[in-house]
Nanobody, 124 residues
Framework: QVQLVESGGGLVQAGGSLRLSCAAS????????MGWFRQAPGKEREFVAT????????HYADSVKGRFTVSRDNAKNTVYLQMNSLKPEDTAVYYC?????????????????WGQGTQVTVSS
């Protein structure tokens, strides 16, 4: 089992920045690829970013490419999502997730463990 706890959400003005963190515990963190997803009210949960076990490979949704950066620190069992140039349409609950696959994974159905989510609200 892997437990994931997100933090760092909040209210920010459009154009601002936030950094989300996701602390993992339970099993060897470096065995897992990690992902970030988000869900806005009335919408499906959507992929945001993923990072492989070593941090050497990442992949982003087109909507966040060039603005968001995913990274990980395996020594601290933590994955991060740096969000810059935030837009009102980025408003959502953001979730981190872990998959037993060590490579990058885009589909939410392939993730095995989920955090409880953290709210990000971007005002215009």
């Amino acid at each position: 089992q892997v437990q994931l706890v997100e933090s760092g959400g909040g209210l920010v003005q459009a154009g601002g920045s936030l950094r989300l963190s996701c602390a993992a515990s339970g099993r060897t963190f470096s065995n897992y690829a990690m992902g970030w997803f988000r869900q806005a009210p009335g919408k499906e949960r959507e992929f945001v970013a993923t990072i492989n076990w070593s941090g050497g490979t990442t992949h982003y949704a087109d909507s966040v490419k060039g603005r968001f950066t995913v990274s990980r620190d395996n020594a601290k069992n933590t994955v991060y999502l740096q969000m810059n140039s935030l837009k009102p349409e980025d408003t959502a609950v953001y979730y981190c997730a872990a998959t037993n696959d060590r490579w990058i994974v885009v589909s939410r159905w392939e993730y095995d463990y989920w955090g409880q989510g953290t709210q990000v609200t971007v005002s215009s």
